[in-house]
Nanobody
């Protein structure tokens, strides 16, 4: 069983930056594909960014190069670096792990088998 705990959310002004962390326990983190999703009020959860076990990254069009994803296998942690934040980035951000899957990245919700509880990010205008 893999458990994920996100942290680092909060309130930030437009144009600011935040770094979210997701620390996992259980399983073998270094072999997991990891991803970040977000869900704004009244909207469906959407893909943001992903990273394979080897560090290959895949970005969604919505963040247009403003976000980055990094992993530290020694700390069992994946990070979401968010820069130039916009009010429309306001959402609950979820970390997800695709454990025991093929070594590639994943962008669909049902491709991930473990989820964190989410952390709120609010961007004020």
């Amino acid at each position: 069983q893999v458990q994920l705990v996100e942290s680092g959310g909060g309130l930030v002004q437009a144009g600011g930056s935040l770094r979210l962390s997701c620390t996992t326990s259980g399983g073998t983190f270094s072999s997991h594909a990891m991803g970040w999703f977000r869900q704004a009020p009244g909207k469906e959860r959407e893909f943001v960014i992903a990273i394979t076990w080897s560090g290959q990254r895949y970005y969604s069009a919505s963040q247009k190069g403003r976000f980055g994803i990094y992993r530290d296998n020694a700390k069992n942690t994946v990070y979401l670096q968010m820069n130039s934040l916009l009010p429309e980035d306001t959402a609950v951000y979820y970390c997800a792990a695709a454990a025991g899957r093929a070594p590639t990245y994943y962008t669909r919700l049902n491709e991930y088998n473990y989820w964190g509880q989410g952390t709120q990010v609010t961007v004020s205008s």
